[in-house]
């Protein structure tokens, strides 16, 4: 383990605190107080850790995938799989430590935003093996995107709620399951899927996704017989991306790299490149970089991945950035559909396209870095939910078959 | 009659208590349904009675609002508004009457305009000074510097689920009044304003609040009355926005003059 332990929040350097009505205030602080102390707390990390073995699978493995790497400039590439978790992404690590969390504070009902879904299918099922009731908030727009993992969580018992608000994207269910939160927050708990958001949202959701990278160091230092040249992972709200950079920011010989969806391209006006092309600003409760026009107006944000259109990052990210303790870079919309259907074709994985974002990045890192790096990849979810973004993007659909 | 008058919204609201009763604070959304219409809708509510506005910054993630202003305000962000049309409006109204102007705003927006520099641009304009409902006393350091250095007043909120300790310390860093939200919840009418409340007003008097005023779910003439039968103000929002969009300048008249009946002591 490295030594620095991370920063509690609510402030990451000038970054994170509370943007928030006075009204979440009260609850935001029953939050902190209780996961301050269920952290430190034998049997709640006893327990959490016995779910993680026996329902979400962990440890998750670590896959060397030497055919894909021979794309990267011959690098050792090392994939963390996140794709095998139960309901296939890490979501599930940060939604059942908010559960058990949940019941700690006695809520019985839970709400969530979700983007992509992968948030949404998560935390319905954690409210089904808990027993809570369970509404979550997804935009218009990602709810036809991704139609599967919408049936998926009324097949669980949660309601979906499509958001007409706005762009109809990941933001907007944020502010509408935020809306949801101040109006019944004596009976409902708002688990939120990323590092983003107010405190104490961003270091809660790194400390239950750390995990992620606690397990890679070890598994890394086994393997190899010493720590990685580099770690990578894809960068919506960061939740990924911090779960596996955490353990090895301390570690100041390990590169850590972030990836950004650059949709059309971080030159055009459609892109979620926060960091990159944003500046900082207030969104969601934090301060952080976000992507707005001159007027502070939330611009919106585009990318064929719907886990990754979002335009702010979580606080702890635009302080790693502006620190240069970790670098941020864009991939196109392209760039991470050739990276998907590179992993799938040599080594018979299909990633989800959130984390064809990472992989698309170490082709390039691979051959900057060279033959005798080492590559730790953050392999966040898996595609069955892009079948059909895919199915288009490639045109591998039978007419036939697109019509029933 | 542009120049605020430092302390406008307080003297204001004091005037209408020590004559017995309280104030009507109405809000709109500037650029609603255009920028013209926003300023002759806001003469007109005070004309029709009410004391003190409150003009709404649109902004594209409004977390506190509900509906009716959400869709007013994205309406508004549609047509082009931008920042510098809320200080014409603050201008505009103030060019024409003389009840006291804040305006009502998220605060990632007066973050990228520059507080200092906002804060003396609305001072500039006429206005009174800002509700800031997505800014709390935690985080507010540069806005208490940038409106103590231009002699503006700061409404910040109080909620039924507040500490002691936070009405406490929102009652001593407002200025002009204590926003007390009636009620767990986001803008929108509503049959009944909450028994909290009462009990919110209490509690802030006891926290030494001299203004404290009530918004959140009042639509009503016997809502206001009720109100302010214990408070100092009652603020109408959603009501108005309603009543402008379906009715227009005319019809949010009528609805103001309506509820101003509310206040007679
Ligand atoms: C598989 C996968 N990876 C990554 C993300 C992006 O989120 P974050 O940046 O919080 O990891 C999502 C979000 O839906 C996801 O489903």
Redesign the pocket.
């Known amino acids: 383990m490295s030594e620095s332990a991370p920063l509690p929040g609510p402030y990451f350097g000038e970054y994170g605190g509370r943007y928030v009505p006075e009204s979440l205030v009260a609850a935001l602080d029953e939050l902190t107080e209780a996961w301050e102390a269920l952290k430190v707390d034998p049997t709640f990390k006893l327990e959490l850790a016995e779910l993680h073995r026996s329902y979400t699978g962990r440890p998750s493995i670590l896959t060397e995938v030497q055919r894909f790497a021979e794309h990267a400039g011959g690098a050792r590439v090392l994939l963390k799989r996140e794709d095998l978790n139960h309901t296939g992404?890490?979501?599930i690590n940060n939604v059942l430590g908010q559960a058990l969390l949940t019941r700690r504070i006695g809520k019985k009902r839970i709400i969530a935003e979700t983007?992509?879904g992968?948030?949404g299918v998560a935390t319905a099922t954690a409210a089904a093996l808990f027993g809570l009731d369970c509404t979550i908030y997804m935009g218009e727009v990602d709810t036809e995107r991704q139609a599967l993992n919408v049936a998926r969580m009324r097949l669980l018992g949660a309601e979906v709620i499509p958001v007409t608000s706005g762009s109809r994207t990941l933001k907007d269910a944020i502010n509408e399951a935020m809306r949801d939160w101040v109006t019944n927050v004596e009976t409902t708990n708002y688990v939120f899927?990323?590092?983003a958001g107010p405190h104490p949202f961003p270091a809660m959701v790194r400390d239950l996704q750390r995990v992620i990278g606690d397990e890679a160091r070890e598994q890394v230092l086994a393997l190899t017989g010493s720590l990685p040249t580099a770690v990578a992972a894809?960068?919506?709200?960061?939740?990924?991306?911090m779960g596996i950079f955490t353990a090895f920011v301390g570690d100041p010989g390990v590169k850590l790299f972030g990836f950004e969806a650059a949709g059309d391209g971080a030159d055009t006006p459609r892109h979620a490149a926060t960091i990159n092309k944003g500046r900082p600003g207030v969104l969601h409760g934090a301060r952080s970089y976000l992507l707005q026009d001159e007027d502070g107006q939330t611009v919106e944000s585009h990318s064929i991945s719907?886990?990754?259109d979002y335009p702010g990052v979580g606080p702890e990210h635009a302080w790693l950035a502006d620190s240069g303790r970790a670098e941020y870079r864009p991939i196109t919309d392209d760039q991470a559909m050739a990276a998907l259907r590179l992993l799938s074709r040599t080594e018979g994985i299909i990633p989800?396209i959130?984390?064809a974002h990472a992989l698309a990045g170490v082709l390039e890192l691979g051959r900057e870095l060279g033959p005798d790096s080492v590559i730790l990849v953050n392999l966040?979810?898996r595609g069955d939910k892009d079948m059909t973004t895919a199915g288009h993007y490639f045109d591998i659909l039978d007419r036939d078959a697109e019509q029933m | 009659m542009s120049a605020a008058v430092p302390g406008a919204v307080a003297s204001t609201i004091a005037a209408r208590r020590q004559a017995g009763s309280g104030a009507l604070i109405g809000y709109l959304p500037v650029g609603f349904p255009d920028l013209p219409t926003s300023i002759d809708a806001a003469v007109a509510l005070v004309e029709n009675g009410v004391d003190v506005l409150e003009l709404g910054l649109p902004y594209s993630d409004p977390v506190m609002d509900g509906p009716v202003i959400q869709a007013a305000t994205q309406q508004a962000l549609a047509n082009g508004f931008k920042l510098r049309h809320a200080f014409e409006a603050v201008e505009g109204v103030r060019a024409r009457v003389d009840a006291p102007v804040l305006l009502m705003t998220y605060w990632n927006p007066v973050l990228q305009y520059g507080v200092e520099r906002f804060a003396a641009d609305l001072r500039d304009a006429g206005g009174a000074g800002l509700i800031t409902p997505d800014l709390i006393p935690d985080e507010a350091e540069t806005w208490l510097a940038a409106s103590d250095a231009a002699s503006l007043e700061r409404v910040f909120l109080a909620a039924p689920t507040s500490s002691p300790e936070r009405l406490k310390r929102c009652v001593e860093l407002s200025r002009g009044f204590v926003y007390a939200v009636s009620t767990m919840g986001i803008t929108g009418a509503r049959a009944d304003v909450d028994r909290a409340a009462r009990t919110l007003v209490d509690r802030l008097r006891d926290a030494g609040a001299e203004n404290a005023c009530v918004g959140i779910g009042i639509s009503t003439a016997d809502q206001v009355r009720e109100i302010l039968g214990y408070a100092d103000g009652a603020i109408v929002g959603s009501a108005l926005v309603r009543a402008l969009a379906e009715g227009g300048v005319a019809g949010v008249a009528d609805t103001a003059a309506r509820l101003a009946t509310g206040v007679v002591a």
């Open positions: 992404s890490h979501k983007g992509a992968q948030h899927g990323t590092v894809c960068v919506g709200g960061g939740s990924n991306a719907a886990g990754l989800a959130e984390s966040s979810g």
